[in-house]
């Protein structure tokens, strides 16, 4: 380990089908937790990731845990059926209205 400026440096976390399937390869049960996934813009790359990221889950039996400030109405207005349904089929969901 270095110092200084070096030792303070941790790269982010990256989250990928690929590395998903290489968990799961390895006997892993893949678990993903994300915050605030309504940040993400759904007509971009990231959209389109984590649709693949919700897929691969949903294949592998892997847990998702996600917050979001969207009621169940508005997140599938955002993010589509297919999303949603996964969501549905796989999570419990606790919504918590104030």
Known sequence: MGTGEDAAYVPK???????????VGFGFTPRVFLEEIDK???RDFQFQELFRIFDALDRHKGQLVFDTN???????????DEMT???KEN???WEFGF
């Not at 969207?70 to 589509?80: D, E, I, N, P, R």
């Open 91 to 93: 999570c419990d969901v």
């Open 40 to 42: 993400i813009s759904v």
């Open 13 to 23: 976390p990256e989250v990928s089908v690929e590395k998903i399937e290489q968990a």
């Open 85 to 87: 349904r996964r969501v």
């Open 70 to 80: 969207l009621s169940k109405a508005q997140f599938q207005k955002t993010f589509g």
